[in-house]
């Protein structure tokens, strides 16, 4: 879903659509696990202006696994 959006906000005028909700739903996508890399590259793009505070924090606690009771990825030697 996140590169979906990001192909939706790269054709669509900036000023039609939500980058909040939009903003929101790509962290639901990323707490779902569904594609984590590319909702912080969706993030990323949307920019700061378009993060809530709550935003902030629900990122926060994708980027450490261990906040939400999960182990880290594992790391093959």
Do not use: N, W, Y
């Given at each position: ?6 192909a ?22 990323a ?47």
């Amino acid at each position: 879903m996140p590169a979906a959006i990001l192909a939706l906000t790269a054709v669509a005028e900036p000023t039609s659509m939500d980058r909040r909700a939009l903003a929101a739903a790509v962290l639901r996508s990323a707490e779902q696990e569904a594609d984590p890399t590319g909702a912080c590259d969706a993030l990323e793009a949307f920019g700061v202006a378009a993060s809530t505070a709550d935003h902030l924090r629900r990122l926060s606690a994708v980027a450490r696994p261990s906040e939400r009771g999960l182990a880290p990825p594992h790391r093959g030697r």
